[in-house]
């Protein structure tokens, strides 16, 4: 809607001021279905925090490992190997996997995924 208005806008001032053009509708600031520094600063959509506390006997039991190689796996693995990798933005490991399945079962539009991708995973023993 948002670009359909602006397009019947730039009609009406095109109209009014002949010697004016413009290229696109889009400046490419909209960032509907793509990655975008201005998504991580201002935010879009929903914003969601999660805590899961394991008990070292799950970690053990489950896992197949202890709290403290698991710490130093978030370290090494999500944190480095994000940034190292140029992506300042993020540290996760693959939010968007969980959140496609979440659109789609509720019908959602599933390219809008790429801003779902975007979060941390931070680990730490409690």
């Given amino acids: ?23 696109s509708i889009s400046g490419n600031y909209c960032s509907d279905k793509k990655t975008s520094a201005v998504n991580g600063i201002l935010g879009r959509g929903k914003y969601v925090i999660a805590e ?3 008990p070292a006997k799950c970690v053990k039991k489950l896992l197949k490992t202890t709290p ?12 480095s190997e994000n940034i190292i990798s140029g ?14 399945g979440f659109y789609l079962a509720t019908g959602q539009d599933g ?9 941390l995973v931070y680990a730490e023993n409690a």
Avoid: C, P
Wanted: aromatic fraction near 8%.
């Fill in 111 to 119: 390219a809008n995924i790429i801003e779902g991708s975007q979060g």
């Fill in 52 to 54: 899961l506390l394991l």
């Fill in 87 to 100: 992506v300042f933005a993020t540290a996760n490991a693959h939010f968007a996997n969980m959140l496609l």
């Fill in 1 to 23: 809607m948002a670009t359909l208005a602006a397009d019947r806008l730039l009609e009406w001032i095109l109209v009014r001021f002949n010697t004016l053009k413009y290229v």
């Fill in 68 to 79: 403290e190689k698991l710490i130093q796996l978030n370290i090494k693995k999500i944190s």
